[in-house]
């Protein structure tokens, strides 16, 4: 969540960054609420003063007209502290959920819009593939070449699962074991992560565990859910932790399934791998200083950039426009990949993100450092290495050849073992 007193002191600032999110939240209420805890607060210290000198009156001998006054005194200001911090509870309580719905502040730079449409578009890598053969998009193809079994999937497990065969087996251990040797190399600690995560892991995260809006899969009766994403095993690692400033930045690579309810989601560009309730993924994570947080974004950014481009995958770099930006994220950068079984004629698809959620996270999980003598926030930054269902897709889709074969990119031949994927 943001500061509670920056929340106060930039009131106007706060309800434009929320407006330009196209989010609700109740700036008012949280502000009202700030202001009755802090007054609560004062109270509730004033009368353990009171009670303290109380207290010290009533030491030594004192005659009984003299010590009754003083318990009479002692019990009633007794009985105003419990009123009081039970008042207090409730407001506190009040106030976190209320806060906890103001998302992070926006980057100066992130463009203002709501839909993908706002995103602006930064740089691009590659031309997108052209074909003088009528090109068949991943779908088609992972049929024709006995690589993925959609229909099985729907019978033991429902729509939107999928079994992996053949080739394409040894293409997504291939796609994560190279993601994470080049993350290994750039000082990236490599981990797999459990799938499974408390719920106030996630909450402090910033995804919603409950509700009919959540992505996430809840666990019936354990407060706990899969997670959709590394990200939050990750970011929960050093949750309630104090770290020292001289192993800033600290650099994660985790490998997990992730899994995601996907409710809603339809349509030609949701189909095949493209939006599926399981996949495997690749996460980056970093907890740093303040000062380090935006040059380590742009080091994540070109990092997934690295990746993309040694996958020989035509690509473009946007930066998100703020209604695109969910909750944490202080500024985010997609990369797309062309992809050109995507509608009528190819289309991008966002294949990995990296956001930069500043110290919004970290508030909410009780991340800090050690910074001269006194404990700060730390920054917690985030980025997709690769997830693999997509990188799948774009393979497949870019290295289509005539006879039907599918080219590996040949950055993947050593883990795949081959270099193309023929017909059976």
């Not at 010290?56 to 105003?80: H, S």
């Not at 996958?311 to 202080?330: I, K, M, N, Q, W």
Request: charged residues 30%; glycine residues 8%.
């Amino acid at each position: 969540m943001l500061d509670l007193k920056f929340i106060r002191d930039n009131a106007d600032a706060v309800r434009r960054n929320i407006a330009n999110r196209f989010m609700t939240a109740d700036l008012d209420k949280v502000i009202a609420l700030y202001e009755e805890r802090n007054r609560l607060l004062n109270e509730v210290d004033d009368l353990r003063r009171q009670r303290n000198e109380n207290a010290a009156k009533m030491k030594g001998k004192l005659p009984p007209e003299e010590r009754a006054p003083l318990v009479e005194e002692g019990k009633r200001l007794k009985e105003d502290i419990s009123g009081l911090e039970e008042r207090l509870k409730t407001v506190s309580a009040e106030l976190k959920e209320a806060a906890e719905k103001i998302p992070n502040m926006a980057h100066p730079d992130a463009p203002v819009g709501k839909e993908d449409k706002d995103n602006l578009e930064i740089r691009r890598f590659g031309e997108p593939a052209s074909f003088d053969f009528p090109a068949k998009d991943h779908v088609q193809l992972a049929q024709e070449l006995d690589l993925v079994d959609f229909d099985t999937a729907a019978k033991v497990s429902g729509t939107k699962f999928y079994y992996l065969k053949n080739e394409a087996v040894f293409l997504e251990l291939a796609l994560i074991r190279y993601a994470m040797d080049i993350l290994q190399k750039k000082g990236f600690t490599p981990t797999i992560t459990p799938d499974i995560a408390k719920e106030e892991i996630l909450e402090g995260i910033g995804f919603n565990p409950r509700g009919s809006e959540s992505n996430i899969y809840s666990l019936e009766g354990t407060g706990t859910c899969l997670v959709g994403t590394a990200e939050i095993t990750l970011g929960g690692y050093h949750s309630d932790s104090i770290l020292d400033a001289a192993d800033l930045p600290l650099k994660m690579a985790g490998f997990s399934h992730c899994f995601r309810r996907e409710a809603g989601a339809a349509g030609q560009f949701s189909k095949g791998l493209y939006r599926v309730h399981q996949f495997s993924k690749v996460e980056m994570f970093v907890y740093c200083t303040p000062d380090q947080s935006e040059e380590i974004h742009q080091e994540l950014l070109a990092l997934e950039e690295e990746i993309f481009k040694g996958l020989e995958v035509p690509f473009r770099v946007v930066d998100t426009c703020t209604g695109d930006l969910g909750s944490p994220a202080y500024r985010k950068y997609d990369l797309e990949a062309w992809m050109p079984g995507r509608g009528e004629a190819g289309d991008w698809g966002e294949v990995t993100s990296t956001s930069n959620c500043t110290d919004y996270q970290s508030r909410r999980l009780g991340v800090r450092f050690k910074d001269e003598g006194r404990n700060s926030y730390v920054h917690m930054l985030n980025g997709t290495a690769v997830a693999v269902s997509r990188a799948i897709i774009a393979i497949l889709e870019n290295f289509q050849q005539a006879d039907g074969s599918v080219r590996i990119p040949s950055a993947l031949v050593p883990y795949t073992g081959f270099d193309t994927i023929r017909p059976k």
